[in-house]
């Protein structure tokens, strides 16, 4: 395909994308336990507090629920996103998911740890806590494998990735079987949830997401080069320690505070990392920007499906990201859409 | 090219009749000392407990030449634990180098065919929903079995969606990572919306023992490993040439699409044979094919050596466990805590040994 053709189809599909996020949005404060009406919605987002109980009640359901999460949503998703589409990068692995640099493990260890150790029961102390704790695991994993002369090699960094990973999950395991507060948390924290989080979180979040981001977009053009192998990219002038020490932080940034914000949410890196190759091709800066609209919109509509499905009960968003998004995945895989990194 | 007369190094080859392999002294060396550190942890394992037996008693009643008390000690109390430790390292271990070497992804694992996946999602829902259907499979046919089923349904499955004339590494790895996530968040979900008793019950189960293991269940996981080994064994010969890739393979005259197809199919069976004796015990067969090709110097995992060190690993880690830790903990997690910064420490030493 000649390369000028390329270029506005694949500007035009970022527009798309950009539209389906934004009706997504607006229809995420709709939906709920208590559907609401357009003009409802509206009211909610913009009129001044009155003496109307009914309105008032609508005006607090979406600015304290539904705004929160429609946010979380969206920034956690492109996180994710970016994310699952750096680390298939860096690695040069298909089925490296955000969750390897043992950031996912750390969250998780450090969540235990809170609630075993300090007592913590509340989502919302946790949280820093998850963040420390997969900025921890994710800087010790990437210094291992930085030791000596390999200078973060792809195949090393995964490796000392799972073995960390094996090993705190064996530690937060052993914590949980002998401490049933633990377990209890660890089990609603696992499922990955979009809800039950204010702003009083979202904004330090989406600073560091913000932060991550800006890394990751200075680090596109050299994933490309260093995707033509270690010594094409040399000779091509690309400086291949710092990029991928740039480009591993950027990973943890966006990675880490999604996963201190909602849990573990496994999957949805992955995923839409292959999809958005499958529709940009293998040039990252597209990818990489088609990766992260993609996650926000499945995060943001898996959200959605879970308040409906068993309502009045939620299904949390981590859980239908893979429930939904797999099935669809394999048949993409299975159609033979989806071609090797 | 400049003229350089360059005589690579290559190991030296070795001709029986019609057999021939190549002499990799360091492999040899490496895959006995596995296999006499594996005998050694094993009967040690067997001689302590509650009633210690002296090492040579224990060798001795192995062998057939105990006095009663030693063979009922040994042969009914503590035998069935140390042979599931021992065949279910061997049977993760090899099942982990094949789908590595099948995938040519050294993050592959059983756990990507969906067999430990889908056993974990049957046994989690019979533990955690009461009543009904679920009382009675459970009832009928043990919460083991069931699993088992669901492990080898879900394995079978993955392979099903693989095969399109041939089974292909990148489409095995996705579709693999595809139904396990299914089965993860099914998982997932059980545990959120159970009672939180059944959810401590259901964990010790995710986490695998070998705590309890009978002569019955002990001696089916045995046969089948065995049965699978030979036909392993019997296919290696084709399946180093597969790593050189297909092209070539085919040139040197492998039936490249019907050995991966027989070995995946052999993997699939390993892992669940191992489910069966003990649980999934994760990151056995992930770890023990990555430990065992950086003690051996290998480029890809060898089989033998991978199914020691994951014997190795397993039993010694049940040893640590009974042994020398203050609380009761079942084998994976200390499988997990000893397997994984073994790993990173091999890794970090080749890293500082590297010269460029």
């Known amino acids: 395909m000649p390369k000028g053709a390329r270029g506005p189809r694949r500007g035009g599909g970022l527009a798309v994308l950009v539209l389906l996020l934004g009706l997504a949005a607006v229809a995420s404060l709709a939906v709920g336990a208590r559907s609401l009406s357009p003009s409802e919605v509206w009211h909610g987002l913009f009129a001044e507090p009155t003496a109307d109980q009914r309105l008032n009640e609508i005006r607090l359901i979406v600015q304290t629920v539904r705004v929160p999460r429609m946010v979380l949503a969206i920034v956690a998703g492109a996180a994710l996103g970016v994310g699952g589409a750096l680390i298939q990068g860096y690695t040069r692995n298909p089925i490296a998911d955000t969750g390897l640099l043992g950031i996912n493990a750390g969250a998780s260890f450090a969540v235990v740890f809170a609630i075993s150790v300090f007592g913590f029961a509340d989502p919302a102390q946790y949280v820093w806590f998850a963040l420390a704790g997969a900025a921890l695991a994710g800087a010790v994993v990437f210094g291992l494998a930085s030791l000596g002369r390999g200078a973060g090699n792809p195949l090393t960094l995964a490796l000392a990735g799972q073995g960390v990973t094996v090993f705190l999950t064996a530690m937060t395991t052993a914590v949980a079987l002998n401490d049933q507060a633990s377990l209890n948390a660890l089990r609603f924290w696992n499922s990955g949830s979009i809800s039950g989080v204010g702003f009083d979180v979202i904004w330090p979040v989406t600073g560091l997401i913000a932060a991550g981001l800006a890394l990751a977009t200075a680090t596109l053009p050299s994933i490309n080069l260093l995707n033509l192998g270690d010594d094409v990219a040399r000779g091509l002038g690309v400086d291949i320690a710092r990029s991928r020490i740039r480009g591993i932080a950027a990973i943890t940034l966006l990675a880490g505070a999604a996963t201190a914000a909602c849990g573990p949410i496994a999957f949805l890196g992955l995923m839409v990392a292959h999809v958005a190759r499958h529709l940009t091709g293998p040039d990252y800066r597209w990818l990489v920007p088609y990766a992260g609209l993609l996650g926000a919109l499945v995060l943001l509509l898996c959200d959605m499906v879970g308040r409906v499905v068993v309502r009045p009960e939620e299904l949390d968003a981590g859980v239908l990201v893979a429930l939904l998004g797999a099935p669809f995945f394999a048949a993409l895989v299975w159609r033979g859409k989806l071609k090797s990194a | ?356």
Not at chain 2, 91 to 106: C, D, E, K, T, Y
Not at chain 2, 199 to 216: H, I, M, P, T, Y
Request: hydrophobic share 55%.
């Open chain 2, 1 to 356: 090219m400049s003229g350089l007369d360059v005589q690579p190094r290559v190991a030296a080859g070795v001709r029986f009749g019609r057999v021939s392999f190549v002499w990799r002294p360091r492999a040899v060396l490496v895959t006995a000392l596995l296999a006499a550190a594996t005998f050694a942890v094993f009967c040690v394992s067997v001689s302590i407990g509650d009633f210690r037996i002296s090492l040579p008693r224990v060798v001795a009643t192995i062998f057939g030449r105990g006095d009663p008390f030693d063979e009922f000690v040994v042969m009914d109390l503590r035998m069935p634990r140390a042979l599931a430790g021992l065949v279910v390292g061997i049977a993760m271990g090899v099942s982990g180098a094949l789908i590595q070497s099948l995938a040519r992804n050294p993050l592959a694992s059983p756990d990507i065919l969906g067999v430990t996946g889908g056993a974990s999602a049957v046994a989690v829902f019979l533990v955690t929903v009461s009543g009904g259907a679920s009382a009675a499979v459970a009832g009928t046919v043990g919460l083991s079995t069931a699993a088992l089923a669901g492990g080898l349904g879900t394995g079978l499955l993955v392979y099903a969606l693989t095969w399109r004339r041939g089974i292909d590494g990148f489409r095995l790895v996705l579709i693999g990572i595809s139904v396990s996530a299914v089965m993860q968040a099914l998982t997932t979900w059980l545990l959120a919306t159970a009672d939180i008793r059944d959810v401590a019950k259901a964990q010790a189960w995710l986490v695998g023992s070998l705590d309890n293991r009978s002569w019955e269940e002990v001696r089916i996981a045995f046969w089948c490993t065995l049965v699978l080994l030979v036909v392993v064994v019997s296919a290696a010969f084709q399946f180093k040439p597969l790593h050189l890739g297909d092209e070539v393979a085919a040139g040197l005259g492998v039936r490249y699409s019907a050995v991966r197809a027989v070995l995946m199919l052999c993997a699939v069976l390993l892992a669940g044979a191992a489910v069966s004796a003990a649980g999934p015990v994760p990151f056995v067969a992930l770890v023990a094919p990555q430990i065992a090709m950086r003690l051996v110097g290998s480029p890809t995992p060898p089989l033998a050596a991978s199914g020691l060190a994951g014997a190795l690993l397993l039993i010694g880690s049940d040893l640590v466990a009974r042994t020398a830790l203050p609380t009761a903990l079942p084998v994976g997690v200390v499988t997990a805590a000893i397997g994984g910064p073994f790993l990173v420490y091999l890794l970090v030493r080749a890293n500082l040994r590297r010269r460029t």
